[in-house]
């Protein structure tokens, strides 16, 4: 055992020294933030609807323009996240259910048995993706234009929200936090 | 007796089937974690994306969206437009080109595959830019560039224009313009009939299979300028082998097609994703034979292809089947341009023709 711990501490050892490049800025995954951050995050992927959640930033000088695009991607976002969550859910309950009946009339639960299961349930969700399919391609489109004035505006402004420029201008989330 | 009534009710009246059907429940119910799954899972390994349940879900971690570097953008790119895949069909239409008659220009062949590549590129990109949410709910995909938003939807679409753009001008500019047409025709299949398509109809499967037997054509167009039946039967060839490709694939992933709408005959008619797949692997065998009766390959080709195409039908599993099939094509394609008749075999039979005539 002492063996063991010795040979991972000069590992360890190891790596540091090999080491080549200072430590980079890391792009690790927090619980919570000690303080702010000047730049839109984005989470782990939500365990029912599947999609990452995404928060966006609003400056301080925020233009009503800017607004109003932070405020539609908003609703795409929840109307996404509204759909494949209702969706999911139906599934998993669905499938629950079939399950139990299988059980119930004491059946194996076998990969043909499911397959039945997983054509009822794509046939009856026909109607309501179909509505969901046309609604999404439609507000696909409606936000190419209004991306790309803010792509534009991304451009001509000052406004950046990364965290490199945050890094630069001293309150990235790292900065922040050695420093206070 | 009363369980079957929602499917009763689903016969009936397909719009009010979504008040009256169990599989809607009224209230949000949390998925169980009885005894029960843990004893069943061993069954569905279709199940590729496990839900975890209230219980074990540790809450949304969330990290700064930083956008894109510039040193980063060529490795997202390269992501975006699946440069894997669309290398492998890039490799289709350089075949295309090696196997059609006729003289060889490094040059023109060179403006080909980047034109083809443009064109493909354009294809995979607008087709993520349509399918952001729906690639989330496949774990297979769950990881693209738009999923994690490493660009922004309008970056990708913009991307996607461009490229396409580039790429038929380059085929009309520099090689001609059929075959510019057919890439701006591939382009059209793939993101405004293939991707809508498979959210509404099972055939997306053949219209897709077109889509995989054109850059096969667009080299040999590039050539001759023409579509002779040999540039038809080596699209045929193409055409064919994408269902045993594809609905092997589509055999393991029925849950997740299921679970997020995508209609496939895996879910829908599992016995015809088998029949399907079955059919056109018999057909690669007389479309290979019609190569060298139609004097573009040597007769053993014949023999050659016979031989690969029986290795394709003894797979016995999908997963088999899909590897078997990735190997498969590149056999063949070589196969095809190893037998290729030289220039002096077809000038022979030329001249053969011609005595014939003058007698």
Redesign the interface.
């Given at each position: 055992m002492l063996r063991n711990s010795v040979k991972q501490f000069s590992l360890h050892n190891c790596k540091r020294t090999m080491a080549t490049s200072p430590l980079k800025k890391q792009?690790?995954?927090?619980?919570s933030l000690s303080k702010p951050?000047a730049?839109?995050?984005?989470?782990?992927?939500?365990?029912?609807s599947?999609?990452?959640?995404?928060?966006y930033y609003i400056p301080a000088n925020e233009t009503s323009e800017e607004k109003e695009w932070r405020e539609s991607c908003i609703k795409v976002d929840q109307f996404?996240e509204e759909?494949?969550h209702r969706?999911?859910?139906?599934?998993?309950?669905?499938k629950?259910?079939y399950?139990?009946?299988l059980?119930e009339k004491g059946e194996?639960?076998?990969?043909e048995a499911?397959?039945v299961?997983?054509?009822?349930?794509?046939?009856?969700?026909?109607?309501?993706?179909?509505e969901?399919?046309r609604t999404?391609?439609k507000m696909?489109v409606a936000?190419?234009y209004p991306?790309?004035k803010?792509?534009i505006r991304s451009l001509k402004s000052k406004n950046d929200n990364?965290?490199?420029s945050?890094q630069v201008k001293g309150n990235?989330?790292w900065e922040k936090s050695f420093e206070s | 007796m009363l369980?079957s009534s929602p499917?009763l009710h689903?016969l009936i009246s397909?719009?009010n089937?979504?008040l009256k059907?169990?599989?809607?429940?009224i209230t949000?119910?949390t998925?169980?974690t009885s005894t029960?799954?843990i004893i069943?899972s061993p069954?569905?390994s279709?199940q590729a994306?496990p839900?975890?349940t209230p219980t074990e879900?540790k809450?949304?971690?969330?990290?700064?969206?930083?956008?894109v570097?510039l040193p980063e953008l060529p490795k997202v790119y390269k992501e975006l437009i699946k440069a894997k895949l669309g290398g492998l069909v890039a490799l289709t239409a350089m075949a295309g080109y090696a196997i059609a008659p006729g003289a060889m220009d490094v040059s023109s062949l060179l403006y080909t595959t980047v034109g083809t590549t443009l064109c493909i590129s354009s294809a995979n990109s607008i087709n993520q830019?349509?399918e952001?949410?729906y690639d989330?709910?496949m774990l297979r995909t769950?990881n693209r560039v738009l999923?994690?938003?490493a660009l922004?939807?309008?970056?990708a679409?913009n991307f996607g224009v461009l490229t396409g753009t580039a790429g038929v001008a380059m085929l009309a500019t520099m090689v001609n313009p059929l075959t510019a047409a057919l890439g701006a025709a591939n382009i059209f299949l793939y993101t405004a009939v293939y991707t809508?398509m498979k959210?509404?109809s099972i055939a997306n499967t053949w219209a897709g299979a077109v889509v995989g037997g054109i850059p096969p054509m667009m080299g040999w167009a590039a050539v001759t300028n023409s579509l002779d039946p040999g540039a038809w039967v080596l699209g045929a060839i193409l055409y064919a082998w994408q269902f045993p490709h594809f609905n092997s694939l589509a055999w393991n992933l029925?849950?997740d097609?299921?679970?997020a709408?995508y209609?496939m005959m895996s879910?829908?008619?599992?016995k015809l994703n088998a029949r399907v797949s079955l059919r056109y692997s018999l057909a690669m065998f007389p479309l290979c034979w019609s190569l060298p009766y139609l004097d573009i390959t040597s007769w053993t080709f014949a023999a050659d292809s016979t031989i690969i195409n029986a290795a394709l039908l003894n797979d016995k599993s999908a997963k088999q089947l899909f590897f078997g099939s990735i190997m498969h094509l590149p056999i063949l394609l070589a196969l095809m341009m190893i037998h290729k008749t030289s220039k002096s075999d077809q000038e022979d039979s030329y001249e053969f023709i011609e005595v014939e005539e003058e007698v």
């Open positions: 792009n690790k995954w927090c619980e951050v730049a839109d995050m984005i989470g782990t992927p939500d365990p029912i599947n999609l990452r959640p995404v928060k996404n759909f494949w969706n999911n859910t139906l599934f998993v309950n669905a629950a259910e399950e139990a009946q059980k194996e639960v076998t990969a499911m397959s299961f997983y054509k009822d349930f794509l046939n009856k969700a026909y109607d309501r993706q179909m969901y399919n999404w391609w696909n936000q190419l991306g790309f803010a792509a990364t965290l490199s945050a990235g989330f | 369980r499917r689903g397909k719009r089937h979504v059907s169990t599989y809607f429940p949000y119910k998925p169980t029960a799954n069943i069954y569905y279709t994306t839900t975890p879900f809450g949304t971690k969330y990290k700064p969206l930083n956008g570097t830019w349509i952001i949410p989330a709910q769950r999923g994690r938003r922004s939807p309008f970056h679409f809508p959210r509404a029925r849950a097609y299921s679970k709408g209609r879910v829908t008619d599992p």
